[in-house]
């Protein structure tokens, strides 16, 4: 198993991206990137923390390619919008990369390079050094599936799991709770 752990904005998107991703057996919304020793999700949004909503994404090479969870994460949020995802600004909503090794890092750099050419504007992902990562509350883990009717998730959500699905959806499969 391998583990990424990326920020894009509200950790529910990717969160809900990457439960319907074939090979994914983990996702956990949490913080990281802060100085915070007890961050909770007041704090977090207070914008004070340093801390950005991220996921941290566990998944099988074997089934889902690295590139598949990279180019997810680049294509299902705005990585050129610095502090900013669409009506979420702060610093809590950067876009950034958490490399836990140095060929992790490799790996998220090739991504970023690729993905650099293809927008029209230049990226603000930055690669920030992995600190500890805080679980958020449990009101945040799996979200969208427990809330798919909030308007959050109908006017942000749905929209970038439209997006996955055009581009992604040979990788994709709803999850079990969803299938009844």
């Known amino acids: 198993m391998t583990t990424f752990v990326l ?15 074939r090979g ?7 913080y990281t990137g802060g100085s915070d020793p007890a961050p909770n999700y007041r704090t977090v949004c207070g914008g ?11 998944f099988d090479p074997a089934v889902v390619p690295d590139e598949v969870i990279l180019d997810m994460f680049f294509t299902t949020h705005d990585p050129t919008t610095l502090n900013r995802q669409g009506y979420d600004v702060g610093t809590q909503y950067r876009s950034a990369m ?10 998220f750099r090739e991504s970023a390079l690729k ?18 990562f805080f679980v958020a509350e449990g009101i ?33 499969e709803e999850p079990a709770a969803e299938r009844s």
């Open 48 to 58: 004070n923390t340093g801390h950005a909503e991220a996921v941290a994404v566990t």
């Open 98 to 107: 958490y490399p836990l090794d140095a060929a992790q890092e490799s790996i």
């Open 7 to 21: 920020a894009g904005g509200c950790f529910w998107c990717l969160d809900a991206v990457y439960q319907r991703t």
């Open 24 to 30: 994914v057996h983990a996702v956990v919304s949490g």
């Open 140 to 172: 945040h883990q799996d979200y969208y599936n427990r809330f798919p009717e909030e308007g959050y998730c109908r006017v942000i959500i749905d929209p970038k799991l439209a997006k996955a699905r055009k581009y992604y959806a040979t990788w994709l």
């Open 115 to 132: 993905f650099g050419e293809l927008y029209p504007d230049p990226l603000v992902t930055a690669f920030e050094v992995p600190g500890d």
